[in-house]
């Protein structure tokens, strides 16, 4: 079955530590994967994307991702996090090989504390 | 550039009242466009999504219905609402001729509460 793991609810990290928010996956096929940033009452934000290519992902704000297949993994990571950083972050990824490529997978969050 | 709206930001409404929220997209055409609904504010669940005018594919048989009666619009109705509808409901569209590659864009919710 298709799904998509965040193993942790909350990451509390200094600010000006580098940070890293985990996501595991297990699909059939090939995966796109993304990640994205939800600030409260706020609609969700789109950070970055593997779809093919180098494992290193760059995307907005300064965050970064890296694509392990063989670990089935796509961490986000940010060498130096800000106070400003701290939002719910969710990683979702569409498996290609199945039938409907237009449903995304969903983690179920991160919450992000960077503290002063 | 593209934006989408999605109103209104906060609603309160009894139990047994109808619901309408609507969301536009503006800047692209015949997009995919959907309905999800975040509890708790964690999970996202995907209520419905459309690929076209009048095209409506529902994820969760539930109390909710969607319409798209122009192209990029995309309503969210309830004729009677439960307690168990309150949550915090997101809009969103995506490029429509695509293989998945293309990421979701999402309005700034609207958090419905029902008493």
């Known amino acids: 079955a298709q799904s998509v793991a965040q193993p942790e609810d909350q990451v509390n990290v200094a600010e000006g530590n580098p940070l890293t928010v985990k996501c595991t996956y297990s699909?059939?096929?090939?995966?796109?994967l993304f990640w994205y940033v939800q600030y409260p009452n706020r609609g969700l934000q789109f950070l970055l994307k593997?779809?093919?290519?180098d494992n290193l992902v760059k995307g907005s704000y300064g965050f970064e991702a890296e694509f392990n297949k063989s670990q089935t993994s796509f961490h986000l990571k940010k060498p130096s996090a800000l106070v400003s950083d701290s939002a719910l972050y969710f990683c979702a990824v569409r498996d290609l090989n199945a039938g409907n490529n237009r449903k995304l997978i969903w983690g179920l969050g991160t919450s992000l504390a960077v503290n002063p | 550039s593209q934006t989408i709206h999605q109103w209104p930001a906060t609603l309160v409404q009894p139990v047994g009242s109808p619901l309408s929220l609507e969301c536009t997209v503006e800047?692209?055409?015949?997009?995919?466009l959907y309905w999800y609904r975040q509890a708790a504010g964690r999970g996202l669940q995907l209520l419905f999504y459309s690929v076209g005018i009048g095209q409506i594919s529902s994820e969760v048989p539930q109390n909710l219905s969607a319409s798209r009666p122009q192209d990029r619009q995309f309503i969210l109705s309830s004729k009677k609402l439960l307690l168990s509808d309150s949550g915090f409901y997101l809009c969103?569209?995506?490029?429509?001729?695509?293989?998945?590659?293309?990421?979701?864009?999402f309005g700034n919710g609207t958090r419905l509460t029902v008493t």
């Open positions: 969103a569209w995506s490029v429509l001729v695509d293989r998945g590659s293309s990421p979701l864009h």
């Open positions: 699909v059939s096929g090939n995966p796109y």
């Open positions: 800047g692209t055409s015949n997009p995919n």
């Open positions: 593997y779809i093919t290519g």
